[in-house]
């Protein structure tokens, strides 16, 4: 199983509502991402856990908040959101080697989410 | 952050081989180089990375200059399927993706 499962598809939120991005994956991997990716650019690194604890937060707004449940589910707790968040989050995963995630990212096929 | 930079886009007819190029002006002595595509509508794909030397499988190859300082992906027989946006980055923990050179495949 090579798959990195991201649910929902699409998702339509107001910038009053809570809602949350869910990624899963059960090829061992021990470090997973989120990127974040406007149409016509480079997806940009949001976070990484490695062995379930937050490593790296590049410098995200608070209105995104992280959780690492275990070892195969990552999600993204979406709160206050503007619309200039809209954007395409993918979700990827990888090994650990000598302490740092590395190696081939595995990427899921993104979470779709427009802010009203 | 570490920068990579590549053209914007690239054309090439199938059957053909394709050579797409990245500096990685910035890269230090233990950044791994990757190469990663994205088709529309999907998530990117991991196509190769290597060190320092050249680097083949079954997708494409990398070549990497003796300085590190820029690096190559060769596709060495171009299919419509190979019509993607094509990232190098550099970096281990942290994967940084350049902006990516569109591919376009003409049959």
């Known amino acids: 199983d090579t798959e990195v499962t991201q649910t929902p598809k699409h998702l339509v939120m107001g910038m009053t509502n809570k809602k949350s991005l869910k990624c899963e994956q059960h090829m061992g991997h021990r470090a997973m991402y989120w990127y974040k990716q406007k149409a016509k650019k480079p997806p940009e690194l949001m976070f990484v856990y490695s062995y379930e604890k937050l490593s790296i937060n590049e410098s995200v707004p608070s209105r995104f908040s992280p959780e690492c449940p275990n070892s195969s589910l990552l999600n993204l707790h979406l709160h206050a959101l503007q619309p200039e968040d809209s954007a395409l989050y993918l979700c990827?995963?990888?090994?650990?080697?000598?302490?740092?995630?590395?190696?081939?990212?595995?990427f899921g096929e993104g979470s779709r989410l427009t802010v009203l | 952050d570490a920068k990579t930079t590549q053209p914007n886009s690239m054309e090439s007819n199938e059957e053909e081989p394709v050579h797409l190029p990245c500096n990685h002006s910035t890269i230090s002595g233990t950044d791994y180089i990757h190469w990663y595509r994205q088709l529309p509508s999907q998530g990117p794909e991991y196509v190769i990375h290597g060190l320092t030397s050249n680097v083949n499988n079954r997708m494409a190859s990398l070549a990497i200059a003796e300085d590190r300082k820029s690096s190559t992906l060769i596709l060495h027989r171009a299919t419509l399927r190979d019509a993607a946006v094509y990232y190098c980055?550099?970096?281990?923990?942290?994967?940084?993706f350049g902006q990516g050179t569109r591919l376009t495949i003409n049959p």
């Open positions: 980055s550099q970096g281990a923990q942290k994967l940084v």
């Open positions: 990827a995963s990888s090994q650990v080697l000598a302490g740092v995630p590395a190696g081939e990212l595995f």
